[in-house]
């Protein structure tokens, strides 16, 4: 398994980092892509992923909730993070018109020049999309065929929307989200639609602690440890054994990163 977002830089992690790379570890979890979500934490995740070689990668780019902190579209930080062999994607960048963090029209700048900056490096994107999908496709389809690959992460939108998703060859991030009674029953439904080759996995820790998971934990936090109970409910739900949506889906994640070489079939 890799677990494709990673929120490490977060303050929750400050004081035991090293232990919750050790658990991940010890579970079975081969790999991480540590998130970037602003230009300070693309600079840690970054220096992180150095700590922690061939085990670690991060992300470079903008959160929607960050852009407006972005000054110079031209990106230079981001640039130059991304000539680093530890990113292997730029983002986390897209839209998030449910809490309007930052203007709407300054996320879609950001979000283009991203796109742009992605396209000229020939990267792949990790993006973001929550209550704008409409207006998150209309930036993104002119740019799909300029770029490696895409993948929306943490998806938790309709049928309707992920089969456009899948239409625009999108792969698709799923997190614990699936394991969540109340907010992951349409989730749960759809993911059957989602092709072997475009799932990924991940548990967008700290957040979304599976909601599931017995013995509940003491701590509200997520973290590595648990994606292989998240690949467990995502097999239930796709009729298929957890050892084939591991699998299938860490040969995606290290196909789409350019890590490590893809295990047989």
Known sequence: MIDIGVNLTNSRFDKDRA????????????????????????????????????????????????????????LPPIRALALTPQVVAIGECGL?????????????????????????????????????????????????????????HCFTGSEQELKECLALDLHIGVTGWVCDERRGTELRDIIRYIPDDRLMIETDCPYLLP??????????????????????????????EASEVMRNSCATAQAYFGIGSPEPQ
């Open 211 to 240: 909601r599931d998971y017995r013995p509940k934990p003491k701590s509200s936090r997520n973290e590595p440890r648990y994606l292989p109970h998240i690949a467990s409910v995502i097999a239930q739900c796709r009729g298929q």
């Open 19 to 74: 232990e919750v790379i050790s658990r991940a570890q010890a579970a079975g979890v081969k790999g991480l892509i540590l998130t970037g979500t602003s230009i300070e934490e693309s600079q840690q995740a970054q220096v992180m992923a150095q700590q922690w070689p061939q085990y670690c990668y991060s992300t470079a780019g903008v959160h929607p909730h960050d852009a407006k902190t972005v000054t110079d579209l031209s």
């Open 96 to 152: 998030d018109f449910n809490r309007d963090f930052s203007p709407r029209p300054q996320q879609e700048a950001v979000f283009e020049a991203q796109l742009a900056l992605a396209a000229e490096l020939k990267m792949p994107v990790f993006m973001h999309c929550r209550d704008a999908h409409e207006r998150f496709m209309a930036i993104l389809k002119p740019w799909r065929d300029k770029l490696p690959a895409a993948v929306l």
